[in-house]
């Protein structure tokens, strides 16, 4: 019962592995243009790989390589799109839109009706039902275009970052509605916030140049990123570099003291991450018991929440405003970068 | 951009100045002929059926007046008529009928009185292998026959239906074209079984079609008339021209082209 | 949302304005000038006498007719050529569009040499019984010839503007081609689909050119009101004036009543794929 896609497409660099259980929300990170989309495109059957195959609960999506060419058409893939855009067809009403799926299937009008009422009821757009989607606004298009998906009870949802063209107000709403009705679902939801994953995928996937690099529960990758993306998610600073007994060698050749966290041994590749918090900052070079202390030059500031971040390359600290008045800190000033030991944690990469 | 603009600019002038310059020749042909009295160009307005005959006698005419030109323009004959009374800058005009001639002469337009100058008569134009078998007037009213004629306000058309009358036949073409080209052309190209055309045309158009002679065609006789016109600028070349129309070596050309004798 | 209102600003440069007034007055012009030279007093009998009914009604019939087989024909070369992807697609194009530019006697030579009784498929049609020369069928081919090319062309330029995105969600939702071509591209085309038919139907219309060369002109059967005109020109210049008024009457209600222009506006019409989603501005 489980639902596993592998495809290549050369001429957007796009490889891929990837399997889903049943009821199982995977979350898709990672930079733009790394194949997200292209992810969901494949799956839902709108873009056809080189090479590959994809199955759906023992039922062959797709099966592309030497002399095989079995492709099931879009509509018969059992998958729904739901896209940044609602896309509500705009010459039917809200209640029509989502009636559109049952209805095509050959589920009789009223019928349709019953179960596009039972899902606009679902996403609290009920009193929606008769507008025309030009009378609704941005989040209640959404609502509705996310009743419309599920109304065919697709054996995957496909959710295309669908609460990034919301406004800060509906975005929430919506994705407390999502955490509602995922709940159990088959799902795939390609993300740039943080948040998304968080609340309503119980898997992380990060994919980076049309490949999966990161993969594995959610609270694991975000805990332990891998990949500087995922650090970057995770508001943590990631160096990667070479295990040693102490703690990490980088590329550079800084070493960083830190906190094994299980088996390592020496030589092999691992990563240490430390969140900005962790991070202070002074002019002159600090002494004292185990830390790690490095001279950086200040390459931007910008506010983050009370505090403001400093970076410093790829790494970044958080100060006060005070502190980072007192220091004058100003891009292109030399200063330390300061962690304990005891906030950076070492794990395999 | 700016690059992009200019070329813009230059395009619009350039297709102003060309459809301008389109405009030119009707124009300026009628400016020549008055502003320089020593180019001598006479002008002449003429039924469609004498390209062949009319273009010849230029030559001559051209041959015979050294330095002069001869300017010829063919055209249905209503259409040039329509033409002259809107000031068309014409010296000659030879209409293939009375009736189009008395449009010009009626707006006083005519110098001195038209001269009837050649006839024609109508004929039986058939594709090569004559495939309805058509040898009488009268075969054209055969059922299955498609027979095409001319409508009956053009004149080939009045004259087909004067010939009806005076058979007593009653055709049922399968169309009335309105110039004695399109009736040729829907039997040369073999859409229809029979056209009813001129004998000039039948001789124009040589091989392509086969020519089926009636005796009945002698009851519609058209008479083609020529005359100089008040508006002309070239009176005494028009005079001149007009004379060899209707002397020795027209008349022959004329003959040769399959036009009777007025 | 995006309504016009009259103190907009327009941007349009004042010599621009008066150059498209002359170019309106190019347009306006003959036309007022041919409305000077109608004959009033007998302007009724002249347009009600049987001829210039039966060209009226012989052109409204088979203008009807051609535009029927234009959408016939029109709607799914639109979609091949807005949606497809194949090699010589442009030249499909390209041929499709061929008669906006040929001179419609041209177009009438070349029916004449596909339907004629001496033409490519003239013969088999001949053998079967079905003759097509100097038939009301001949009118309406060579009209569906002439006109074709409008209705490809709005369509496909307000398939374009549509984009496929819509149908790819309905495809994803369960929806088989024929099911979305019926329930989401239709629907939102349909405005221009409207202003295709209609240029097809005015174009259809004023057809002159090929219907004289491949149909002929018979009353009833292939004279059309256009070959009316050209006809009765030879002799009553009066007729021809009434006629040619009325001919201009009759496109201008069709397409008055009905085109609304490349761009249609209204709430009732298809958005841009590109701002569909964005109306979060939009008040509930």
């Known amino acids: 019962m489980t639902f596993t896609v592998d495809a290549a497409l050369a001429a957007r660099r796009f490889e891929v592995s990837l399997s889903l259980a049943p009821g199982e929300t995977v979350a898709v990170l990672g930079p733009n243009g790394a194949g997200k989309s292209t992810l969901l495109a494949v799956i839902a059957g709108l873009l056809r790989p080189d090479t590959g195959r994809a199955e759906m609960n023992g039922r062959v999506l797709f099966e592309l390589g030497a002399g095989v060419h079995t492709w099931t058409a879009p509509h018969r893939r059992g998958t729904a799109l739901l896209a940044q855009d609602p896309l509500l067809f705009p010459h039917l009403s809200a209640l029509e839109n989502v009636a559109f799926g049952p209805r095509s299937v050959g589920v009789p009008k009223r019928e349709a009706r019953e179960t596009a009422r039972h899902w606009l009821a679902e996403v609290d757009a009920a009193d929606l039902a008769a507008r025309r989607p030009g009378e609704l606004s941005g989040g209640q298009a959404q609502r509705v275009a996310a009743a419309r998906a599920l109304a065919v009870n697709p054996e995957v949802l496909l959710l295309d970052e669908p609460l990034s063209a919301l406004d800060i107000h509906a975005a929430p709403l919506l994705r407390r509605l999502l955490k509602r009705v995922l709940a159990?679902?088959?799902?795939?939801?390609?993300?740039?916030?943080?948040?998304?994953?968080?609340?309503?995928?119980?898997?992380?996937?990060?994919?980076?140049?049309?490949?999966?690099?990161?993969?594995?529960?959610?609270?694991?990758?975000?805990?332990?990123?891998?990949?500087?993306?995922?650090?970057?998610?995770?508001?943590?600073?990631?160096?990667?570099?070479?295990?040693?007994?102490?703690?990490?060698?980088?590329?550079?050749?800084?070493?960083?003291?830190?906190?094994?966290?299980?088996?390592?041994?020496?030589?092999?590749?691992?990563?240490?991450?430390?969140?900005?918090?962790?991070?202070?900052?002074?002019?002159?070079?600090?002494?004292?018991?185990?830390?790690?202390?490095?001279?950086?030059?200040?390459?931007?500031?910008?506010?983050?929440?009370?505090?403001?971040?400093?970076?410093?390359?790829?790494?970044?600290?958080?100060?006060?405003?005070?502190?980072?008045?007192?220091?004058?800190?100003?891009?292109?000033?030399?200063?330390?970068?300061?962690?304990k030991a005891a906030a950076v944690s070492i794990y395999p990469a | 951009m700016r690059a992009v603009r200019r070329a813009a600019a230059l395009l619009a002038a350039g297709t102003l100045t060309a459809a301008l310059a389109a405009c030119g020749p009707a124009s300026g042909d009628g400016g020549a002929a008055s502003g320089d009295s020593g180019a001598k160009t006479v002008t002449v307005f003429a039924a469609a059926s004498l390209k062949a005959p009319f273009t010849a006698l230029a030559k001559q005419f051209e041959a015979t007046h050294p330095g002069t030109t001869v300017t010829l323009s063919f055209a249905g004959s209503s259409d040039l008529a329509t033409q002259i009374s809107q000031g068309a800058p014409a010296d000659v005009f030879a209409s293939a009928d009375a009736k189009n001639m008395a449009k010009v002469s009626d707006a006083s337009l005519v110098e001195g009185s038209p001269r009837d100058f050649a006839s024609n008569v109508l004929t039986i134009a058939v594709p090569p292998g004559n495939p309805a078998a058509i040898t009488s007037f009268a075969d054209l009213a055969r059922p299955g026959v498609k027979t095409v004629v001319c409508a009956a306000q053009v004149p080939c058309g009045a004259a087909a239906k004067t010939v009806e009358k005076e058979t007593g036949t009653t055709l049922k073409p399968v169309s009335e074209e309105s110039s004695v080209t399109d009736v040729l052309g829907k039997v040369i190209s073999g859409e229809a079984d029979a056209g009813l055309v001129y004998v000039t045309d039948v001789k124009t158009a040589g091989s392509k079609v086969k020519e089926i002679p009636f005796a009945e065609s002698a009851k519609a006789v058209n008479t083609y008339p020529v005359a100089a016109l008040r508006t002309g600028r070239n009176k005494d070349l028009a005079a001149a021209f007009i004379a060899a129309v209707t002397g020795p070596e027209g008349r022959q050309l004329l003959l040769d082209a399959g036009f009777g004798t007025p | 949302m995006n309504r016009r209102k009259d103190s907009a600003y327009s941007g349009i440069p004042r010599w621009v304005v008066a150059i498209a007034a002359a170019g309106a007055l190019f347009v306006l012009l003959p036309l007022a000038a041919m409305v000077a030279r109608v004959n009033w007093p007998q302007f009724i009998p002249l347009v009600t006498s049987e001829a210039s009914l039966t060209a009226l009604g012989l052109s409204l019939r088979t203008a009807a007719a051609s535009t029927v087989l234009c959408v016939l024909f029109g709607v799914p070369l639109a979609l091949v050529l807005a949606r497809g992807d194949f090699r010589g697609q442009r030249l499909l194009r390209s041929f499709v569009l061929l008669p906006l530019v040929l001179p419609p006697v041209v177009g009438g030579i070349a029916l004449l040499?596909?339907?004629?009784?001496?033409?490519?498929?003239?013969?088999?049609?001949?053998?079967?019984?079905?003759?097509?020369?100097?038939?009301?069928?001949?009118?309406?081919?060579?009209?569906?010839?002439?006109?074709?090319?409008?209705?490809?062309?709005?369509?496909?330029?307000?398939?374009?503007?549509?984009?496929?995105?819509?149908?790819?969600?309905?495809?994803?939702?369960?929806?088989?081609?024929?099911?979305?071509?019926?329930?989401?591209?239709?629907?939102?085309?349909?405005?221009?689909?409207?202003?295709?038919?209609?240029?097809?139907?005015?174009?259809?219309?004023?057809?002159?050119?090929?219907?004289?060369?491949?149909?002929?002109?018979?009353?009833?059967?292939?004279?059309?009101?256009p070959l009316e005109i050209y006809l009765q020109r030879e002799t009553d210049a009066d007729a021809a004036v009434a006629l040619s008024l009325l001919l201009v009457v009759v496109a201008v209600v069709v397409v008055g009543l009905s085109y609304r222009g490349p761009a249609p506006a209204g709430s009732g019409s298809a958005r841009s794929a590109g701002s569909a989603g964005n109306h979060g501005s939009v008040a509930p």
């Open chain 1, 184 to 339: 159990g679902r088959r799902a795939i939801i390609v993300t740039h916030d943080v948040l998304d994953a968080y609340m309503l995928a119980d898997r992380v996937i990060v994919m980076e140049d049309g490949r999966i690099i990161e993969d594995g529960p959610t609270r694991d990758v975000l805990r332990r990123p891998r990949s500087r993306f995922a650090a970057g998610l995770a508001g943590l600073n990631l160096v990667s570099g070479t295990v040693t007994a102490a703690g990490i060698r980088s590329a550079e050749g800084l070493e960083f003291a830190g906190q094994h966290d299980g088996p390592l041994d020496a030589g092999q590749a691992g990563v240490a991450a430390f969140p900005p918090s962790a991070v202070s900052v002074f002019l002159g070079e600090a002494h004292g018991s185990p830390r790690n202390s490095f001279r950086v030059t200040v390459t931007d500031l910008e506010p983050h929440g009370d505090q403001i971040r400093v970076r410093a390359g790829e790494l970044s600290a958080d100060v006060t405003p005070a502190a980072s008045a007192d220091l004058g800190l100003a891009p292109g000033l030399a200063v330390y970068f300061v962690v």
């Open chain 3, 113 to 225: 040499y596909a339907f004629g009784r001496q033409g490519l498929l003239g013969r088999s049609l001949e053998i079967a019984g079905i003759q097509i020369a100097f038939s009301t069928t001949a009118v309406v081919l060579a009209q569906t010839f002439v006109a074709l090319p409008f209705l490809v062309v709005s369509l496909e330029g307000a398939l374009r503007s549509a984009g496929s995105r819509y149908e790819a969600v309905a495809a994803t939702l369960g929806a088989r081609p024929t099911t979305v071509l019926r329930r989401v591209t239709l629907p939102l085309v349909l405005p221009g689909l409207a202003s295709g038919a209609v240029l097809s139907f005015a174009r259809s219309l004023g057809e002159f050119g090929a219907t004289l060369t491949f149909a002929g002109s018979l009353p009833g059967v292939t004279r059309t009101l």
